[in-house]
């Protein structure tokens, strides 16, 4: 028996499924999580069976009172067992747009140290969460990938559009020189969106920039938040993320960690591979930056100048802005 103890102690831990029922307007859905989920989480999955976004869905168990309304809890803290029988209160936003994640620690970008950063990409629990994604989320594509190209994952809010300012019409807010950018990318790249709001605002907001039926290039797919996974630090508590082994592992002969660079204004959104992340600066106040704002013409070169090597994953793009310095030089010494 001790040995058998010790045995299983050793075992990776990967937690055990727990599989709920919510009753959601006269219907009832089966839903499969782990302890180690949120109730954010769990909210995106109940989003996934109903289409009611996270943010409109009040989730009802007397026995837990108000701690199912924070998000950041994990499940196995309020005790959520299996064949639980929940009721969610919350009504689809057919017409109406809902303006992204309206949180606002969104808004500052905290640091998360380096240590800290390899310790959570390299958790057992955070790479399970992976997995059961990678299961849950299929990717799909608008336009087929091609063979050879790498793979540029873009953010949208404050990456390519500025979505807290307002004006009549949507193109205002759009970074500039975002086409050329693209058309560029394109060359080399295959180009995926993915935003930290739901699909049908991810859409919308790219029809309306121009970006989905362009003669100059093509967006291969189009992720939203259900994409995304839930990871705990010590220092800053639970957050989202943007893991790009979703994408790998949904094309493993095409893109991976070598090939592959994703643009956000939030770094933690990368905490999952923080190589292959580029932290661009946000594009706020567009109606005064919009003259001045260069950073899409810089980072064309620099996608352009290391579409070149085989493999990306010796670069650190924390230092993009210096590569870019030097390549310039070098070109002006040869023109
Ligand atoms: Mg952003």
Not at 245 to 255: E, N, S
Not at 299 to 305: G, I, P, S
Request: hydrophobic share 40%.
């Amino acid at each position: 028996m001790a040995a058998e103890t010790a045995a299983s102690a050793d075992l990776p831990a990967t937690a055990e499924e727990i599989t709920l029922t919510v009753k959601w307007s006269g219907k009832e859905f089966t839903l499969r999580v782990i302890g180690e989920d949120t109730v954010g989480e769990l909210k995106r999955r109940i989003c996934e069976v109903t289409r009611v976004l996270p943010q409109r869905q009040k989730l009802l168990y007397p026995k837990f009172g108000s701690k199912i309304d924070d998000d950041s809890l994990l499940l196995s803290q309020i005790n959520i067992k299996s064949s639980l029988k929940l009721t969610m209160i919350g009504t689809v936003d057919e017409d109406m747009i809902v303006d992204p994640v309206d949180s606002p620690e969104i808004l500052d970008d905290f640091e998360i140290v380096e240590e800290e950063e390899l310790d959570i990409k390299d958790k057992e629990i955070n790479k399970q969460k992976l997995r059961r994604r990678v299961d849950q989320y299929k990717v799909e594509l608008l336009n087929p990938c091609r063979e050879g190209k790498k793979l540029l994952v873009l953010d949208i809010d404050y990456t390519l559009f500025d979505h807290r300012s307002s004006a009549e019409d949507p193109l205002e807010l759009m970074r500039p020189h975002l086409h050329e950018f693209l058309t560029a990318a394109y060359s080399e790249y295959d180009i995926m969106i993915w935003s930290a709001t739901s699909m049908k605002w991810v859409k919308l907001k790219m029809e309306e920039l121009g970006v989905l039926n362009n003669p100059s290039y093509k967006i291969t797919a189009l992720l939203d938040h259900l994409a995304m996974i839930t990871v705990h630090s010590d220092s800053r508590g639970v957050f989202d993320c943007k893991p790009l082994g979703l994408i790998w592992a949904q094309f493993p002969t095409l893109y991976g960690a070598k090939n592959t660079i994703m643009f956000d204004d939030l770094r933690r959104n990368f905490v999952m591979n923080p190589q292959n992340g580029l932290k661009i600066k946000p594009f706020r106040k567009a109606h005064s930056n919009r003259s001045s704002d260069r950073e899409l013409v810089k980072l064309t070169e620099y996608l352009l100048d290391i579409a070149e090597m085989d493999d990306l994953s010796g670069l650190d793009h924390n230092k993009w802005e210096s590569f870019y310095e030097e390549s310039f030089k070098r070109r002006r010494r040869h023109s």
